[in-house]
């Protein structure tokens, strides 16, 4: 009997397995990568009848003192609010809509993006960013520090972004011309608060395309 609910409960975890390598049809919306609130559930309701996954394979350990300490964290849900944050960020910036971006924001970072508006507007310029594909989302990395809490992630997405004049002439990048982008965002939250809300507070330069106009600024170099 031992043996037959061990095999089932590592069958389990192949198929899971199986399904984030080869279960994603092409076209069909922003993919999350790995299905960590499953994998945590099976291997919580798994843990005393098999081995632990290899690195290759977990999620990200720091998840699970997320989820210890924090009982409202649903890796699931979080991944819904960060492609939700994703096209809100890049919507309030290129808007330059300092409101909604403090409330996404970190301090730090809210003070980077305000300065950057601040000098676009000091020129009399106007940024246009078009989401076009957000291809990809998922979580990279996860730490626990002390009550804070931060979760990578990766996003791949295709947009435009320019900047105008007061004339509505292009001066940099370009409308009309969609380029590949790869960024990871973090984003944190003591999870002591009562403010469920998780907050950018990091920004690392993106990979792909060179855009002239940034569509976000970076925080890390």
């Known amino acids: 009997m031992y043996e037959v609910i061990l095999y089932a409960a590592i069958a389990t975890i192949v198929c899971v397995m199986l399904y984030t390598v080869l279960g994603k049809s ?26 632990q996954l290899d690195a290759a394979q977990s999620p990200p350990t720091g998840l699970e003192a997320i989820a210890a300490a924090d009982s409202n964290f649903s890796p699931a849900y ?14 309030a910036y290129a808007a330059g809509d300092r409101e909604q971006l403090e409330s996404l924001l970190t301090a730090d970072v809210y003070k980077v993006y ?13 940024q246009v960013t078009d989401l076009g594909r957000l291809r990809k989302a998922m979580i990279k990395d996860a730490v626990l520090d ?4 931060r979760i990578e992630v990766l996003y791949e997405s295709e947009l435009t972004s320019a900047l105008m004049d007061k004339e ?10 969609l380029s590949s982008v790869s960024e990871i965002w ?36």
Do not use: C, H
Request: glycine share 8%; aromatic share 4%; no cysteine.
């Open 78 to 91: 979080f991944m819904d609010g960060a492609k939700a944050a994703y096209s809100m960020i890049l919507e």
């Open 26 to 51: 092409v076209g069909q919306g922003p993919e999350s990568g790995f299905d960590v609130e499953k994998a945590l559930k099976d291997a919580s309701a798994n843990k005393n009848k098999v081995v």
């Open 186 to 221: 973090t984003f944190e939250r003591d999870v002591k608060s009562a403010d469920l809300n998780w907050r950018l507070s990091d920004v690392s330069p993106s990979e792909g395309d060179k855009l002239e106009a940034d569509p976000t600024p970076d925080t890390k170099t």
């Open 114 to 126: 305000g300065q950057a508006i601040d000098a676009r507007e000091t020129d009399e310029l106007t």
């Open 168 to 177: 509505g002439n292009v001066v940099q990048g370009d409308p009309d011309v």
């Open 146 to 149: 002390g009550n804070t809490a």
